[in-house]
C-alpha cells in the first residue's frame, strides 16, 4: 500500500499554493508514495477577502480535521502574520481537539512551509512558534535541515525557507517564489515523502 502524504495549506494570495504545489512534485517523486493537496476553510468573508485584494480560491479540496489521520505524513504550510501561522491555519488546527484527546496524530511524521512578507516578518519564527501544535498532538516534526545543500546558503538572491521548512517572500504581493524557492519546495517535498516512507516500513 503506497504511503499516503497530505499537504494541507492556507494560501490567500497564491504564494504558499504554489511552494504547495512543488513539493506534491516532489513527493510524488518518491516511489510508492502519493500526495494530496488539501486547503483549510477560509474564516472570512467573502467580502473581506474581496477588500484585501485576495483572489478567488483555487478548486484543491478543503479538509476536516477527521481527514489527517488518513495520511502516513503530513506537510502543513500558511502565510504568516505578525511572525505566526495566520489565523485561518491555527483556526483548522484549533479544531483538532477531537484528535488531540485521543492521540489520533502521534507518531506520524510532520513538515512545515510558509510565506512572509519580508525578511524580518517571520521566516524563522513561524515554523518555531508551529511546531508547539505539532508536539500536542505527539508528531514527529521533520526539518529540512541543510540537506538543500548550496541552497540553503545562498547569499547573492533573495531566497525564502530555513532548516526549519521551504518558504519564500511575497513582498508586497506582487513577488513570486523564485526558482531557488521553488527548487528547495521541490526538495523538502521528496526528503520528507523519503523518511514518511521509512517509517510506515513494509506492508
Do not use: C
Not at 109 to 135: C, H, K, M, W
Not at 148 to 171: I, L
Not at 184 to 197: D, P, V
Request: net charge neutral; proline share 6%.
Amino acid at each position: 500500500m503506497a504511503t499516503k502524504v497530505y499537504i494541507v495549506y492556507y494560501s490567500m494570495y497564491g504564494h504558499v499554493g504554489k511552494l504547495a504545489e512543488e513539493i506534491k512534485k516532489g513527493a510524488d517523486s518518491v516511489e510508492g508514495v502519493e500526495a494530496k493537496l488539501w486547503q483549510v476553510p477560509e474564516i472570512l468573508a467573502e467580502e473581506v477577502l474581496g477588500k484585501m485584494g485576495a483572489p478567488p480560491k483555487s478548486d484543491v479540496p478543503i479538509i476536516t480535521p477527521n481527514e489527517l489521520t488518513e495520511a502516513d505524513g503530513l506537510l502543513f504550510g500558511f502565510p504568516t502574520r505578525f511572525g505566526m501561522m495566520a489565523a485561518q491555519f491555527k483556526s483548522f488546527l484549533d479544531a483538532t481537539g477531537g484528535l488531540w484527546n485521543k492521540q489520533s496524530l502521534a507518531g506520524k511524521p510532520a513538515g512545515i512551509f510558509y510565506s512572509t512578507g519580508s525578511q524580518g516578518g517571520g521566516q524563522e519564527t513561524t515554523p518555531l512558534t508551529s511546531i508547539t501544535q505539532l508536539v500536542h498532538h505527539g508528531m514527529i516534526f521533520v526539518p529540512v535541515g541543510y540537506t538543500f545543500g548550496a541552497g540553503m546558503f545562498e547569499m547573492e538572491k533573495v531566497k525564502g525557507g530555513s532548516p526549519y521548512g521551504s518558504g519564500t517572500y511575497a513582498g508586497d504581493g506582487s513577488r513570486q517564489p523564485s526558482e531557488l524557492e521553488l527548487a528547495q519546495a521541490f526538495h523538502q517535498g521528496k526528503y520528507f515523502a523519503g523518511i514518511a516512507k521509512k517509517l510506515k516500513g513494509p506492508q
